[in-house]
C-alpha cells in the first residue's frame, strides 16, 4: 500500500484524509484505495466499452486491434455495444436523480391534501414562484390548494404518455434552447426519414424507451442511441432533478446564504456524533430537527455527552449544509475515514453513493451504520425503515440510537483530525439573484464589460483513480484565477468547501476583475449551489441568463466540468449540460473510446449539433486552458 | 519450435486467460466446476504494472533453471513440445524451483494433481496434451485482443518486425489512434497518483 511522504499522499490531497489514511495503513483498515490497488489491472474491454452483456449469446468483446473479432454474436459493431453501454449508464443516473425527485414530489402531495403532517410547506414565495412559473393560477387559492396542483404537474411528469414535452422542461427550459431542440427533432425527420427525438416526453418513459432500445435487437445506431441519451439526460435536468430541487424547497425551505465548517474537524470529541450520507434530505432534515430537540439533548446528557451533533457527507450533506447550517464532514471518499475516526456514533444513510464497505467497517467500532430506504439495503447495517408519514418519531428512533451507542464509544481509539475550513454556501439562483438586485443584469453587464470572462460549472464525485480533490481544487482554482465565476454542486462544491475555496480570503486567488466584484458583493469566487440534484440549479441560472439576452444558452460564455466522477448520475448530468449547450470536460474518460463514432459524435458532432459536446483532459491547467478558450470563442462569437 | 509470446500493448487485462486456464486445468473442465473449489490452479496471472498489463505464466526457458535445481526430478523437459513440465508425485514443496524462478512464475497450492493431500509446486504446463494434439494452450485460445501468440518465433518476429517498419518507414498507421489516446490517458493517470502532483 502507498506510503505517506514529505506529508505528501497520492490518495487524497486533503489534510484530514492524510491523516486518517496514516492510522488505516497502520490498522489496516480496508479503504476504497486499497481495494482498487487490488483490483488492478482492471479490463480493457471495460474501460472502452466494448463489452455486451445484453444477451446470453454473449459477453462479446471487440477486438479494438482489429486483428480479432470486430462484432458481437449478432453483429452488433463496437460502435453500437459502446453507444447502448453508455445510453444505459445515461437511463440508471437519470432515474436515480428523478426517483429522488418523485418521493419529493408524492410528499409534497400528502402535505397538500393533509394525509402527512409532518412535513409543511416550509417556503410558501418558492410555492408561489414554481407555481407561476407552471402557469398554476394563485390568486384567491388557498396553500395546500396551489401545493397540490404543482405536486399533480409533477407528478404527471413522471408518467406523462403523451408525444408532447414534459411541463416542467417546457416551462423551464429557455425558449431558444426549446425551440432549438424542437427544430432539430424536425430538421432530422426530413433529411432522415427517422424519427429522433430530445425534447422529453415523460421522466419514467426516457428511461424505459433505453430499456427497450438497449434490448437485444433494437437500437443498433449510435447517433440514435447517443440521442436518446440525451433526452433522457435532459428529462433528469428539467425534469427530475429539477422537480427535486424545487420541491424540496417548498417542504424544507429553499437554502439561503449561510456560513458554515467543513472538513472531519467538524465531529465533536464530547458529543454524540451523528454523521448523515446519501441524497435524499427528507429523512436527513427530520434527523437534524429531532437532534435539536430538548428531549434528545438531556437524553445526550445523561449519557455523558455534550449534545447531538448531527454533521453531513456526501450530498445528503449538502441539503442539511445548505437548509439547516450543519457541519460538513467530507465528501464521497471521506465517508470510511469518517468511521476510522471512532467518534462517529451513528452513520445514516438513504440512497445513493453509499459503499457497501461501510458496514464491515462499522463493525470494527462501536458506530451503528444505519440504512433506512427500501432501495439500499446493506448486509451487515442496522436497518430502520424510514417512512414518511412517521418522520418524527423515525428520525428521533435514529438519534436515539446514536445515544445509545455513545457510551460504547472507545475513547483511547477517537482520533479527529483538527481540520476544517469556513465556507460561504447556499448560492441557490434566488439568493443570486437576490444578491444581484433581482435581475441578472448586474451579472450579465460584469460578463459584457469582462470583468468575469464566464461562468464555470463543476459538478461530481471523487474518483479513486484520482488523488482525492487534487483535481477538483486545482481546476477551481486555475478558473478563478482567470476571472472565471465557478459556481458548482456535489462533491467538489465539498472539495472546494473543504479547501477553503468558499471563504472570503480566497478572493485573493481570483483575477482582479472577478476579485474586485467579489469584494464588492461580499462574496467567494466559488459558490455552493447544492447538491448532485441541484445541479438544475445551475440549468436554471444559465436559462435566466439565456432567456433575459433572449439568445441560447449554447451562445453564453459558460463551459462545465466533472473533473473527478464516478457514476452514472455524473453521466446523466454531463449529458443533460452537453443537452442544454454546454460543453463539458471530463476526466477520467468514459468508457467510449473503443467506439470511434460514438467518440466522434459526442466530442466533435455534438457541437454542430446541440451547441454543447464533451471533452477530456488528465492535467488540470489544461483543462482550465481549454475551459477558458471556450469562454473566449463565445464571447467572441457574441462580439464582447 | 512454438512459444507463448505475450504482445502486452494488446493486453486488454479481461483475465479471459485466467478463466480458460482454471477451466482447463480443472478436473470437471467447466466453469461451474472451477468456481468457489479451492484446488482449482490458474497457471497465468495477469499483473498490473502501472498502467500496464501483462499476463505471466512460465515462459519454459532453456535451460530451464528451476529444471536444474529441482532435487526431487519432479520437472522435466517434453523434448517434443518443449514444455517444462511438473510432476506433482514427485514434488516435495521445497521451493527450490520458485526461488530461481526468474519470472515468479511458480506457485504452490493443494492443487487437483496434488497426490499427497498436501501443497505441491505448480506453474503452466503449455497445455502439453493440447498442443501435441495440434491445438493451442488454453490461454492463446481464450485471447480476444491478440496479447497472446502460440506460434514459431522466427514466423512471429518476421511479421511483427515487418508491421513495425510499415508504421517507421512508411508512417502506415500503428495502433488504432483512440487505442493509443487510451493508453496514453492511462499512462498519465497512473503518472500522476504515483508520482503525486
Known sequence: MDVTQKGHDKRSADPAAVEMLRIADREGYSTIWERHEKQQPQCGYGQLGTCCRICSMGPCRIDPFGEGPTRGVCGATADTIVARNLARMAAVGSSSHSDHGRKAALLLKEVADGTNTDYHITDPEKLLAVAAKLGIPTSGRSLPEIAGDVADTAINCFGHQGETPIVFAEKYMPKKRFQRLKELEETLYKATGAKTGFLPRGIDREAVDILHRTHFGCDHDPLSLVAQSVRCSLSDGWGGSLIATEMQDILLGTPTIKTVKANLGVLEAE?????????????????????????????????????????????????????????????????????????????VVDVQCIFPALADLASCFHTKFIT?????????????????????????????????????????????????????????????????????????????????????????????????????????????????????????????????????????????????????LGIPPVLHMGSC????????????????????????????????????????????????????????????????????????????????????????????DQMEAIIQERRAALGI | MKRIFVDYKKCLACKACETACAIEHHPGHSLLAALGDRKTQVNVRVLGIEHEAFPLSCRHCEPAECLNACPSGAITRDPETGAVLLNPALCKACAMCAMVCPFDAISFKHTHRAPFDRDVAYKCDLCNERIKEGGTPACVEACHSGA?????????????????????????????????????????????RSGGV
Request: proline fraction near 5%; aromatic fraction near 6%.
Open chain 2, 148 to 192: 497472446l501468440i502460440y506460434a514459431e518465433y522466427d514466423a512471429t518476429r518476421s511479421s511483427r518486425a515487418a508491421k513495425s517498419l510499415r508504421t517507421y518507414l512508411l508512417g502506415a498507421e500503428g495502433m488504432p489512434p483512440l487505442l493509443e489516446l487510451f493508453r496514453e490517458l492511462r499512462r498519465k493517470e497512473f503518472a500522476r
Open chain 1, 372 to 520: 433506512t430506504s427500501e432501495q439500499a439495503k446493506i448486509p451487515g447495517s442496522m436497518h430502520i425503515q424510514f417512512e414518511e408519514h412517521h418522520a418524527d418519531a423515525i428520525a428521533t428512533r435514529i438519534v436515539t440510537t446514536a445515544i445509545e451507542a455513545f457510551p460504547n464509544r472507545n475513547k483511547g481509539r477517537v482520533y479527529i483530525p483538527q481540520h476544517t475550513a469556513t465556507a460561504i454556501v447556499g448560492f441557490t439562483v434566488e439568493e443570486i439573484l437576490k444578491a444581484l438586485g433581482g435581475t441578472p443584469q448586474p451579472l450579465i453587464d460584469l460578463i459584457v464589460n469582462g470583468t468575469i470572462k464566464g461562468v464555470a460549472g463543476i459538478v461530481g464525485c471523487n474518483n479513486v483513480k484520482v488523488q482525492q480533490d487534487f483535481f477538483h481544487k486545482e481546476l477551481t482554482k486555475e478558473l478563478i484565477k482567470r476571472d472565471i465565476l465557478v459556481i458548482g454542486t456535489g462533491c467538489w462544491a465539498i472539495a472546494a468547501a473543504k479547501d477553503g475555496l468558499m471563504d472570503l480570503p480566497a478572493q485573493e486567488l481570483a483575477g482582479p476583475g472577478l476579485k474586485a466584484v467579489c469584494k464588492q
Open chain 1, 271 to 347: 458529543s454524540v456524533n451523528v454523521v448523515v450520507h446519501g441524497h435524499e434530505p427528507i429523512l436527513s432534515a427530520k434527523v437534524v430537527e429531532m437532534a435539536q430537540s430538548e428531549a434528545c439533548l438531556k437524553a445526550a446528557q445523561a449519557v455523558g455527552a455534550k449534545r447531538v451533533n448531527v454533521v453531513g457527507l456526501c450530498c445528503t450533506g449538502n441539503e442539511v449544509l445548505l437548509r439547516q447550517g450543519v457541519g460538513m464532514a467530507g465528501n464521497e471518499s471521506h465517508s470510511e475515514l469518517a468511521i476510522m475516526t471512532g467518534a462517529v456514533d451513528a452513520m
Open chain 1, 533 to 624: 440534484v441541484d445541479c438544475s440549479r445551475m440549468l436554471v441560472l444559465a436559462g435566466a441568463l439565456a432567456d433575459h439576452l433572449n439568445v441560447d444558452v449554447s451562445d453564453l460564455p459558460l463551459v462545465g466540468s466533472a473533473p473527478e466522477w464516478t457514476t452514472e448520475k455524473a453521466v446523466a448530468i454531463g449529458t443533460y449540460f452537453v443537452g442544454s449547450g454546454i460543453p463539458v470536460h471530463l476526466w477520467p474518460v468514459p468508457p467510449i473510446l473503443g467506439g470511434p463514432e460514438v467518440t466522434k459524435i459526442l466530442t466533435q458532432d455534438a457541437k454542430q449539433v446541440l451547441g454543447g459536446w464533451f471533452f477530456v483532459e488528465e492535467d488540470p491547467v489544461a483543462a482550465a
